[in-house]
């Protein structure tokens, strides 16, 4: 009986023709890929109108890294006196840690959890030395110790309960966030911050060669849920990768791989997963194309942001014409001096999505026309990366 093929099985090796044995036809290989077309028309920003009405990260990104005009060192001034950033600042705990928990609730303020505030000071500009990352990042190196300690899971403890299984499990997506910060921070090279990568790329791996991906989902009474053994990647996961060039060269078959699991469409039911006897929700996994069409991307624009700045980091971006086209009609919403408009005025300018805690919004305050510069500046960004150029107005 042939089993089932898995997304990343191998083809198995033909046995060589028995002696008298009529040797198959020679079998050409399949032709490579065709790479999507990429645009190359300028893309209009405008920095003066960004000055005037974006908040100070927001103008130091445009300065720093869409225009390039100022280097970080003199544009840290910006990032350092961001509101939201200096509120994280002033709350952290001395352990290096936020309101007594890791993960923040779905649009939530950054600085009422860990990773959320780490991630908010990262993407405000704050260098790693600065008090509030300096302290920061002892504590997540102490979250990448492979224990089974659940004080370290913090309010994920009513959920692992008495169960070392689940210890064990919701310990290793903590390790997957805590390392994707780390990476953030400038430590991707550390033997801990690898070593746990190299954790996370196995176990995924391992699921991924399974026949559990083709339909990792089992019913539990009237549910289709996970099932314990399915191990799809991680937001933190993707961003690790995004963030270690060395582990994707080394793990070339694996980001290809992915790509192709990726776009795989996004399963309508929830994300949750039978672990020893109990329903764990299960937010942190990527199941498919987060983005399928434009209406996912009208529906939540930060969270279509983040995954084409995830998904360009990984070098899956310009390979994938479906993720091209919805930033290309993106960048073609800019008005006649560059500035991102909404195709409907009426669409939400905040997210809910789990994996947005700290990245975005920066300016969670923002109202009228401010609320419009964080999608303008990300969109010319990734135009940028794309190799765009970008005209300044």
């Not at 350092?80 to 939530?108: K, N």
């Not at 699921?207 to 937001?235: C, D, F, H, I």
């Not at 990768?241 to 996004?266: F, M």
Request: net charge neutral; proline share 9%; charged share 20%.
């Amino acid at each position: 009986m042939t089993e089932p093929a898995s997304i990343l099985a191998d083809a198995p090796a033909l046995a060589g023709p028995e002696q008298g044995a009529v040797a198959p036809p020679a079998v050409e290989a399949p032709p490579r890929p065709t790479l999507p077309t990429l645009a190359t028309e300028p893309v209009r920003f405008p920095l003066g109108w960004v000055l005037e009405h974006g908040a100070p990260a927001l103008r130091r990104m445009a300065l720093v890294d869409v225009a390039g005009i100022m280097t970080a060192e003199a544009a840290e001034p910006l990032a350092l006196s961001h509101p939201s950033a200096l509120r994280c600042a002033v709350t952290m705990t001395r352990e290096g840690s936020w309101g007594g928990r890791l993960f923040a609730e779905p649009g939530a303020a950054p600085h009422t959890a860990t990773f959320s505030a780490v991630r908010h000071l990262i993407e405000c500009g704050w260098h790693r030395e600065t008090p509030p990352l300096a302290q920061a990042r002892r504590f997540l190196f102490r979250l990448l110790a492979q224990d089974e300690d659940p004080g370290a899971l913090f309010e994920l403890q009513a959920v692992a309960g008495t169960s070392r299984a689940r210890v064990r499990h919701l310990r290793a997506i903590v390790r997957d966030e805590a390392a994707a910060l780390l990476a953030q921070l400038g430590f991707a090279d550390d033997p801990r911050v690898r070593g746990a990568a190299a954790r996370s790329i196995a176990r995924v791996e391992g699921y991924l060669r399974s026949t559990l991906v083709a339909k990792p989902w089992v019913r539990v009474g009237n549910k289709q849920v996970l099932a314990p053994e399915a191990a799809p990647p991680t937001w933190a996961l993707l961003r690790l990768l995004a963030l270690v060039p060395g582990l994707r060269t080394e793990r070339a078959a694996l980001v290809q791989v992915l790509g192709r699991a990726l776009v795989l469409g996004e399963p309508r039911q929830e994300s949750v997963q039978s672990l020893d006897g109990a329903l764990v929700a299960s937010p942190w996994y990527v199941l498919g194309d987060p983005i399928p069409h434009r209406n996912a991307v009208d529906g939540d624009l930060y969270a279509a942001l983040a995954w084409l700045e995830t998904a360009h980091a990984l070098g899956l971006l310009r390979r994938t014409e479906g993720w091209l086209r919805m930033l290309e009609r993106l960048v073609d919403q800019g008005d006649r001096q560059g500035a991102w408009r909404p195709a409907k005025p009426d669409a939400p300018h905040h997210s809910t999505h789990w994996g947005l805690a700290g990245w975005s919004p920066l300016d969670p305050g923002a109202t009228g026309e401010a609320r419009l510069v964080e999608p303008t500046v990300r969109i010319a960004l990734l135009a940028k990366g794309l190799g765009r150029e970008i005209v300044i107005g």
